[in-house]
T-cell receptor, first 112, second 114 residues
Framework: GQQVMQIPQYQHVQEGEDFTTYCNSS?????IQWYKQRPGGHPVFLIQ?????EVKKQKRLTFQFGEAKKNSSLHITATQTTDVGTYFC????????????FGQGTTLQVKP | DTEVTQTPKHLVMGMTNKKSLKCEQH?????MYWYKQKAKKPPELMFV???????INESVPSRFSPECPNSSLLNLHLHALQPEDSALYLC?????????????FGPGTRLTVT
């Protein structure tokens, strides 16, 4: 079945350093979503990418969707302690089911 | 109101108990979801309801029984659970399933089966 691989599993950074997490799908995705889950919290939607090669920015966060629509990345510039949490990518297996295939997540720890 | 609410927040139940988890949204969303999440793992889809009809059952054991009484409510009935069913149960909703929409997650019910 379709799989979405996400690396790294964990990342520890010093506050102010940059951070990147990567997602790769075994098949072409119609779109990809990114969610953030704070410790003890629930996933919160960050963004959705639909177009091949799409790049979107949200303040210090930059999201990219690969040209082949099989990979994506989330880059955080100058991390802050508020960025702590687990970041999940989620690909859409089929555009009319609502079913998301989640990556394993990258847990970010930021040392002040 | 962009909130999905879930009750209870915590639940401890024995293997012979019957309990229900409840989820509610008032965003007019027509798709609702149940996920199971184990520690340090991603959410794992269990069920999808679209327009109050069950559209996806991810081969979930029958001891989990979903119900969608109306477009705002989603229940998960639990019976004869096993200790390995202990997890965070998340409800989510989205505008629909015909297109890809963002999903809004509730805070979850942390379930412990003893």
């Amino acid at each position: 079945g379709q799989q979405v691989m996400q690396i790294p599993q964990y990342q520890h950074v010093q506050e102010g350093e940059d951070f990147t997490t990567y997602c790769n799908s075994s098949t072409t995705l119609s779109n990809i979503q990114w969610y953030k889950q704070r410790p003890g919290g629930h996933p919160v939607f960050l963004i959705q990418l639909v177009k091949s090669g799409e790049v979107k920015k949200q303040k210090r966060l930059t999201f990219q969707f690969g040209e082949a629509k099989k990979n994506s990345s989330l880059h955080i510039t100058a991390t802050q302690t508020t960025d702590v949490g687990t970041y999940f990518c989620a690909g859409n297996a089929s555009s009319n089911t609502g079913k998301l295939i989640f990556g394993q997540g990258t847990t970010l720890q930021v040392k002040p | 109101d962009t909130e999905v609410t879930q009750t209870p927040k915590h639940l401890v139940m024995g293997m012979t108990n019957k309990k229900s988890l409840k989820c509610e949204q008032h965003m007019g969303h027509r798709a609702m979801y149940w996920y199971k999440q184990k520690a340090k793992k991603p959410p794992e889809l269990m069920f999808v309801y679209s327009y109050e009809k069950l559209s996806i059952n991810e081969s979930v054991p029958s001891r989990f029984s979903p119900e969608c009484p109306n477009s705002s409510l989603l229940n998960l009935h639990l019976h004869a659970l096993q200790p390995e069913d202990s997890a965070l149960y998340l409800c989510a909703s989205s505008q629909g399933v015909a297109r890809v929409y963002e999903q809004y997650f509730g805070p979850g019910t942390r379930l412990t089966v003893t």
